[in-house]
Structure formats: structure tokens, C-alpha cells
């Protein structure tokens, strides 16, 4: 009954308490499609959307045997459904994940639709194949970092927090979450023995960037990281996101970065040779807000 690890109750729970539901559909015994939402209250409107660092939602929808014609026509009528079935809102906003290619549904009920892309590593059973398939710089700025770093996982959700919130810092921005829900989270990943954090330590002792993942069976995920600005020239980041690639080899299928539309963490992302993904960030404003705000930029704040 899910497409990613963030439609889980527990990942729900941790981000969203108090917060999320799922409207499902079933046909006789087994659930054939679910969808979770977050429901919010923003300037008086009820808001659907994403919680923060969930990057993608949407609905679950369970495969079918039948012909493609069919299947699409399934499809559809269960994403329907399910829509009819949400509470009432004034605005909705959520990313699907990649493994729901076809939007069409959302557009025959007049949502808009925005492509993103994410690059996922799809097999990670040979290393040196994935190696291989890194850029040169990607590999150059491992090796020199390799000589200078060492890497631990034994790492205090404290001390990821200290170099995250430096990365915010040299950007000019705060964090835009409190510390407080990524305690939180980090509890419940514990918990379900989920996630895993690198750490690159130079030979004076100093912390120069962090790596955060998750992974179920299916996937892992890159969720965050951190880096302290004074040491960046060490590719501190580099080298973390190879061990966690490494890492993630031996406990499920294969690599998710999450994506950015940011170019320089775009490039980043693909250097390291994954598939670029796109996936669809769809959002719809009722009729009563579009009326009374009269205008593109309060929607447009809404979908941040």
C-alpha cells in the first residue's frame, strides 16, 4: 500500500502528528488504492499538501495484470474516486511519487501540473558498475577527500544538526524547520531501524559535513545533509554520499537522492550517474479561494 517510505504511517506520524489521514478504496478483500494527505489551516483555508521533508506523496494504486488500455482506465477511475473521497479543501498541493507516470486523471479534474526530476540509482548489486558510472569529478573529488577524512556512523543527531544548520547559514537562510521535528524524526527513523547517518571528520577533529539517509526494502533515500562552509574544499560531500551508496547496497534495492531544481545541487546529484526521474508536483485551488485572493502570487505562496 505504498509507493515510497513517506506514505508509511510511522514517516506520517513523525512529520505530520495529529495531522494526516488516508482516504482508501477497496475491492472486496484487498485495498486497490490509497491516498494520504495532510490537512492544514493556512490564512483561513484548508490546505492539503506535503509536510516538510516528505518530498513526495500522491496516491498508492495496486498493479493490475490487465491490458494497458484497461489498466489506464482502471486508473483513472480509482484516482477519481479517491478524489471524491478527500476532505473538502481550498487548496491542494503534493508531489507524486516517480512510479505514477500518468497524471491525466488530475487534469481531466482540473489540477495544474509541474515536472520535477529526481535521479535515482536503479540497481545497486555491482558497485564498480556504479562507480564506474560516476563523473570524473565526482571520482577525482572522492579520492582526494579519501585521503584526508574519516568517515564514522556512530554520529549524534546533535552534532548532524550543528553542520545542517551551518549549510542554512552560509546560504543566509534559517532552517526551515525547528530542531525540535528533527528530533522527532529521527526518533521514530530510529525506532524503525531506518536510517543512518555519515559523518566526515578531517585530522584535527573537526566535523566537515554530514549525510543523512533512509531506506526500506524497496529504496533508500537521501533526506539531508550538512556541511561546515570554512571546509568545503575538503569534498567532504562526495566521499558521504559514495559510503552511503555503499552502505545502502546492503540493505535494499537501490538509491534515491530526492532530486532538486536547484542547479548546482542538480549537478551535484548527477554527477553520481543515476537515471534522471521526473515525477509530477500537481496542485489545484478551489474556486472560493481563487475569488477571494484574486491573484496568482498568494497561490503561488501557497504552493511553497
Not at 167 to 193: V, W
Not at 214 to 238: C, F, I, Q, T, V
Request: hydrophobic share 40%; charged share 25%.
Amino acid at each position: 500500500m505504498y509507493n515510497s517510505l513517506f506514505q508509511k504511517e510511522w514517516w506520517l506520524d513523525a512529520v505530520a502528528p495529529g495531522k494526516w489521514g488516508a482516504v482508501v478504496i477497496r475491492r472486496g478483500d484487498e485495498v486497490a488504492a490509497r491516498f494520504p494527505y495532510v490537512m492544514e489551516k493556512k490564512f483561513g483555508f484548508s490546505v492539503l499538501q506535503q509536510p516538510p521533508l516528505t518530498p513526495t506523496l500522491g496516491p498508492w494504486l495496486r498493479s493490475t495484470d490487465a491490458r494497458p488500455s484497461k489498466s489506464l482506465s482502471i486508473q483513472k477511475e480509482l484516482i477519481w474516486e479517491l478524489l471524491e473521497l478527500l476532505p473538502r479543501y481550498d487548496f491542494f498541493s503534493q508531489s507524486l511519487s516517480p512510479s505514477i507516470s500518468n497524471w491525466l486523471p488530475f487534469y481531466w479534474k482540473g489540477f495544474e501540473q509541474t515536472t520535477r526530476y529526481t535521479y535515482i540509482i536503479e540497481d545497486l548489486f555491482d558497485l564498480d558498475k556504479i562507480w564506474n558510472a560516476f563523473s570524473e569529478q565526482a571520482r577525482r573529488n572522492i579520492r582526494k577527500a579519501q585521503k584526508t577524512l574519516t568517515v564514522s556512523t556512530e554520529t549524534d543527531i546533535e552534532e548532524f544538526l550543528f553542520l545542517n544548520e551551518k549549510t542554512f547559514e552560509r546560504q543566509g537562510r534559517p532552517l526551515p524547520y525547528s530542531k525540535d521535528f528533527i528530533r522527532r524524526i529521527d526518533t521514530a527513523c530510529i525506532h524503525q531501524k531506518a536510517r543512518k547517518i555519515f559523518l566526515a571528520k578531517d585530522s584535527n577533529g573537526r566535523a566537515n559535513a554530514a549525510v543523512y539517509i533512509l531506506w526500506d526494502k524497496e529504496s533508500a533515500y537521501y533526506l539531508m545533509g550538512g556541511e561546515d562552509p570554512a571546509l568545503r574544499n575538503s569534498e567532504a560531500g562526495s566521499l558521504l554520499m559514495w559510503e552511503a551508496i555503499k552502505f545502502a547496497a546492503t540493505v535494499t534495492k537501490r538509491f534515491d537522492f530526492e532530486g532538486s531544481m536547484i542547479q548546482s545541487v542538480e549537478k551535484f546529484f548527477r554527477g553520481f550517474g543515476g537515471k534522471q526521474t521526473p515525477y509530477h508536483k500537481i496542485t489545484s485551488a478551489s474556486k472560493r479561494m481563487r475569488v477571494l485572493m484574486n491573484g496568482r502570487d498568494f497561490i503561488r505562496s501557497m504552493r511553497r
